[in-house]
């Protein structure tokens, strides 16, 4: 259900709290931005209890993720890059003065008790003297693209053994896009290896394998995570990834059961529901797998790959203005992915909205080009509105790109037939035949007497 294509012929209330329109003479820049971090107590000695255990060390994230009563608990407090002008006042003051990563006095709000972080890095010597750091970017895809990058700097830090590198790299992918699962436990495991509570060797072995997973290498990225599992049982990250390439490679079992080890030791890991939901999904065990789904939304409520798989449930059943806002909501969190904006598509289209569908597939072309199934549903899209030299442009690319794509075959010849190009209608036509596609009876029909004339 995650390359969706399409054959023609077929038929927070806290948050609120938090920000506040400015009112008043700031002493900061206006167009100042925070990369703010709010946990949120009812109980005051809590609170200040949580500060001192800040001020001796202690993980920001952890604690906002087993205390805060705050929605953004989920992502370790984290609210992102926001706005100074757009804090209320409390918040603004307190921040006043406040070095980087030291958290601020209790802040009391009819919210409850608040201690707040402005997250900081040390700046690498810039190439020019006195020349200007960069600007942060307004964009959203710009920030989500610059999380993604920092997020490989981390790896490649921790792989190189320079884990105050690798946790500056990993902060600030956390204030760019807050809403990123797996950069929580990348940090987590960085600060936990920082203070010896986790081996360094097993983290460094870990990165390894991510980056063998970005390179594709399923096999070896596999090995390397169960090694650093065996390295330190105590990295309950590494037996996630690794259960996610097992499955990749058919091991279907050994995964289902690396993903529970992860749920016993940390029933709290959204991305593990997620994996056993797609399970059950391809299993036929659809409101199994919906449950799953959900539950991973319960404990993270931003999370992309929950989104995604509850749009694929909505979008098989027929449920296209369910499957329309949670593909929605997959993008939100990660404008990037590929498969979301065409499925998007696939879901207005069947809504009948043909001018937004065609955006979504544009956009998912956009980012892969060599995406054979948002060729083939442009191309059909094309069809259905009379452009049918582009909608063949676009069936022989998304062929050019998979050349087992048999449908473009039989769009082809429909499209041909409306041509009246006989000749390559026929030709189509006859190579969908020969893989065992069922082509539609009309296109049989109407090319027969045709082929006679051959």
């Keep these: 259900m995650s390359r969706h294509g399409l054959s023609w012929l077929t038929g927070l209330a806290l948050v609120v709290l938090f920000l506040a329109m400015p009112h008043g003479v700031l002493a900061q820049d206006d167009q100042e931005e925070v990369d703010l971090g709010v946990i949120t107590v009812k109980d005051k000695a809590l609170a200040q209890n949580l500060r001192n255990q800040l001020l001796k ?5 952890a604690l906002a993720k087993q205390y805060s009563v705050a929605p953004t608990a989920s992502r370790g407090g984290r609210l992102g890059r926001v706005p100074l002008k ?22 009391p709000t009819e919210g409850g008790y608040n201690v707040l972080m402005r997250f900081g890095i040390q700046e690498e010597p810039s190439p020019a003297a006195g020349a200007a750091p960069a600007a942060m970017p307004t964009d959203p895809e710009q920030r989500f693209l610059q999380a993604r990058q920092q997020t490989m700097a981390g790896m490649e830090a921790l792989v190189a053994g ?33 203070s010896g509570k986790l081996a360094q060797k097993a983290v460094s072995t870990f990165a390894e394998g991510f980056l063998a997973m970005t390179e594709g290498d399923t096999k070896k990225a596999a090995d390397l995570f169960g090694k650093a599992a065996q390295m330190d049982a105590k990295l309950w990250q590494a037996k996630l990834f690794q259960a996610n390439m097992l499955a990749g490679l058919g091991q279907r079992d050994q995964a289902r059961a690396l993903w529970r080890a992860v749920l016993t030791q940390r029933p709290n890991t ?36 929950a989104h995604y798989s509850l749009g694929g449930l909505a979008l098989y059943e027929g449920n296209f203005t369910e499957a329309e806002r949670q593909y929605r909501a ?44 948002a060729h083939l549903n442009l191309g059909t899209l094309y069809a259905q509105t009379r452009r049918y030299n582009q909608a063949i442009d676009e069936f022989n690319k998304a062929l050019t790109v998979d050349p087992t794509l048999i449908d473009a075959h039989s769009n082809l010849a429909a ?35 045709h082929r006679k004339k051959q």
């Excluded at 757009?86 to 958290?103: C, I, K």
């Excluded at 593990?272 to 404990?299: H, T, W």
């Excluded at 979301?340 to 909205?353: E, M, R, S, T």
């Design 57 to 61: 060390g202690g993980s920001f994230e």
């Design 86 to 107: 757009r804090l209320r006042s409390e918040f603004r003051q307190a921040l006043q003065g406040l070095a980087p990563n030291r958290p601020s006095a209790v802040v």
């Design 162 to 194: 320079n884990f105050a590198k690798a946790q500056s790299s990993f902060s600030q992918a956390r204030g760019l896009n807050p809403q990123e699962e797996a950069v929580t436990f990348f940090q987590e495991m960085t600060t936990e290896s920082s």
């Design 270 to 305: 959204a991305l593990a529901y997620v994996s056993l939901g797609m399970l059950a999904r391809d299993e036929n065990k659809v409101p199994e797998a919906r449950q799953l789904f959900q539950k991973a939304l319960q404990i993270n409520p931003d999370l992309a790959e």
């Design 330 to 373: 997959t993008i939100a969190a990660n404008p990037f992915n590929d498969e979301a904006h065409n499925d998007l598509g696939l879901a207005l289209f069947y809504q009948g909205k043909v001018k937004e569908a065609e955006k979504q597939y544009v956009r998912a072309l956009e980012i892969n080009p060599n995406y054979a199934s």
């Design 415 to 449: 499209a041909y037939i409306l041509k009246e190009d006989w000749p390559r209608a026929i030709e189509h036509a006859d190579m969908a035949l020969k893989a065992n596609y069922p082509v539609p009876e009309a296109i049989l029909k109407k090319l027969e007497p």
